[in-house]
């Protein structure tokens, strides 16, 4: 899994998704002619072919923070990017975006900082990032309002208890581009394939509502990742990749729905069916673009998500690129 790893490595944090962009363009080119960036910033590789056609989406983007103001003795305020809760922030080391690359930063408080008593509730507003320097000298280094400020690369990949259980930083949504490409490098399939990658999912799926103006595809599928959820073991790692029935946003198309699960059954692969009130996917974006499109979710449960370091089965991931690469052989005919 080093393709997997390089793409976690990467700082892409929505709005300021250039390195993963890059990375991405050039594995792309690897397996498709017809790979271009639009204008929104999303990478479009296309597999010619007959119809049915299909658009596999996964975004590029991750969770972070931006500088909101700065204090003159250098205490840095900051910003989320993404759905960020502010307790998992205190106490981890950052990266600062400077003229130079990127510089550490604690996230602390001004308690914490001075081990004093006093207010214990935690928001963004209480936190700020130490660098030890006054802004003085962090203009000079190009440090200013607008920065972005990523999680430290201390998040990186890595296995845990098992060879199979892997975390680390951004594997929302970095899970769905390495099943992308992994698909797009064995594709077997005479139908078209349209493969996605977009940005400004984590602020409002602002990539995938652009690049359909440009697109035509029977139907879309958006390779994601969800929480894990062991109460009334909802959805588990190891347990299979997920589908989405319905989340806060979309129902996802029940044919298209049917015929993932009759080919996961095929190939003995159970999937974990999911049905919730919150979250959704670039999914959402597009299942009512031009007429409406048949769509439909499927990714790998995630547990630590949206947090420094998030923890996913080597598993899953490789069964959703079964299950989606037999899917493209033989796509249905007419979902609607």
Sequence with gaps: MKLLENLINLN????????????????????????????????????????????????MDEIGLMISSIDNDGKIHISSIGGIDPIILVGHRVEIETIRGYMNGIVTTKEILNDSDGEKKITMDTLFVFTGLNKKTLNKLGIRVGSYIAFSKSSNFCTLGHKNIIAGKALDDRIGCYILLEIMRKLKTKNEVTFVFTVQEEVGLYGAKASFYNLKSDYAIAVDVTAHDDDGERMLLGRGPYLTIKDAEMIGNKCLNESLERVAKKMKIKLQLEVSDVGTSDATSVFTAKGGIPSAVIGVAVANIHTALGVAHRGDVEETITVIGEFLKNPPIKCW
Aim: with cysteine.
């Design 12 to 59: 892409g944090i929505s709005g300021n998704e250039s390195s993963v962009r890059d990375f991405v363009y050039k594995e792309a080119k690897k397996y498709c002619k017809d790979v271009s960036i639009d204008k929104m910033g999303n990478v479009v590789a296309k597999k010619k072919g007959t119809s049915p056609s299909v658009l596999l989406m996964a975004h």
